[in-house]
């Protein structure tokens, strides 16, 4: 079965508030009144952890601030930086780096590389190059330790930054989106009460109108060993389907909705900080840069096909969802180390963390994902002619 949005929301984002804390019993401390203005309702992790905190980044740890509203996202018109990028990535790839595949189809390491440093010519590069490799880690970056303002300006090239929804953010920076672990056994053990299993692949907020493509994931804390972040490429995906199946699939669409997500931040005393919405995509979606056609839908945020009835509709989704997770030889894994930002394009991809750890250590990380086109189908293609 597929894993909930429930689940996906534990995956995302930091844990919600504890349950047995009501939304309005927050510190005095905590908030921001003044003479005519009623006290903001703002939940700090560094209070929940007594003022002080062993994360390395107390500045990224989540803050939640209950009042903060945001109008329903606004279309926008979306360049996208990896269309005609030199393909020989003579500007990114300079004297000194090392990429290396971490499988044959999916997923590069770099080394010798300073994101921050790149030119526009070199970021250009960088999306053309995370599209066709679908996921690559950087080590050694600076990024964690620049301003997040300087940070924020950077991955701003590359689109217009989302905001969550449903996330906490580093105080001031709404456009972060913070993974915050404690990784406490407590915290373990309430988390897989109810699931076998960690592995939860999704696409991140595919339910907006104009989801993220090129997304940046940088690293504050994480274990020694153990909470990877997984990736499957949905364009092999894609291309492993029969070519009967890939022409039925093509001119269909699916729902992706946000609802639940919101409902699940509600229930457990999160915020929710824009209206969630719902927003139909084409299943087979066409790479602006590349021209591959990726499989877009994910377990996370599609409910249904368009015109399908339920029992159909839930049929063709299973198998496609079965065919996702279990594509071992068109997935790949991460490890974290400190100072690794890993970028990753999330038109093609799905993706999961893997909580398999059980030390006690903190995992926290922090993502800026610019928005990029409203997805966009092209024509099937017969093999034969592909
Ligand atoms: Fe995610």
Redesign the pocket.
């Known amino acids: 079965m597929a894993p909930s949005v429930a689940e996906i929301q534990q ?2 984002v930091a844990p919600v508030v504890a349950k047995q804390v009501p939304v309005v019993a927050v510190p005095e401390a905590a908030t921001e009144a003044s003479a005519d203005a009623p006290a903001r309702r703002v939940r700090r992790q560094i209070d929940e952890e007594g003022g002080t905190t062993t994360a390395k980044y107390p500045h990224y740890l989540p803050v939640y601030d209950y009042d903060q509203k945001y109008a329903p996202l606004e279309p926008f018109e979306h360049v996208d930086h990896g269309v005609g990028a030199d393909p020989t990535f003579k500007d990114l790839l300079v004297e000194g780096s090392k990429i290396t595949k971490l499988t044959p189809a999916t997923g590069s390491e770099v080394t010798g590389v300073q994101l921050s440093q790149l030119s526009a010519a070199g970021k250009d590069q960088l999306a053309l190059l995370v599209a066709q490799r679908k996921v690559v880690a950087f080590r050694d970056q600076d990024f964690a330790d620049l301003p997040i303002k300087d940070a924020l300006d950077f991955g701003g090239y590359f689109g217009r930054h989302h905001i969550h929804p449903t996330s906490g953010a580093p105080e001031g920076y709404p456009e972060i989106h913070l993974v915050h672990r404690v990784g406490s056994k407590g915290e373990l053990d309430n988390f897989f009460a109810g699931r076998n299993s960690s592995v939860a692949w ?1 696409s ?1 907020v595919s339910y907006e109108a104009q989801p993220p493509g090129t997304t940046f994931l940088y690293v504050f804390d994480t274990p020694e060993t153990g909470g990877d972040t997984a990736f499957v490429n949905q364009v092999e995906a894609y291309n492993r389907l029969s070519p009967a199946l890939k022409q039925r699939l093509h001119g269909l669409k699916a729902l992706h909705s946000g609802i639940e997500q919101a409902e699940f931040s509600h229930k457990r005393g999160g915020v929710v900080r824009r209206e969630p919405v719902t927003h139909e995509h084409p299943i087979v979606r066409t790479h602006p840069a590349t021209g591959e056609k990726a499989l877009y839908v994910n377990s996370g945020f599609t409910r249904s096909i368009v015109g399908f009835k339920k029992e159909e509709s839930d049929a063709l989704l299973a198998f496609l969802y079965a065919h996702i997770a279990r594509g071992i030889d068109y997935q790949t894994r991460v490890r974290w180390a400190p100072k690794t930002v890993v970028v990753w394009d999330n038109r093609v991809t799905a ?1 999961s963390a893997v909580v398999d750890w059980t030390t006690g250590e903190r995992r926290h990380l922090a993502r800026i994902q610019p928005q990029a086109e409203r997805p966009v189908e092209t024509p099937y293609v017969p093999e034969t002619e592909a």
Request: aromatic share 0%; hydrophobic share 0%.
């Open positions: 995956e995302q999704h991140d993706h």
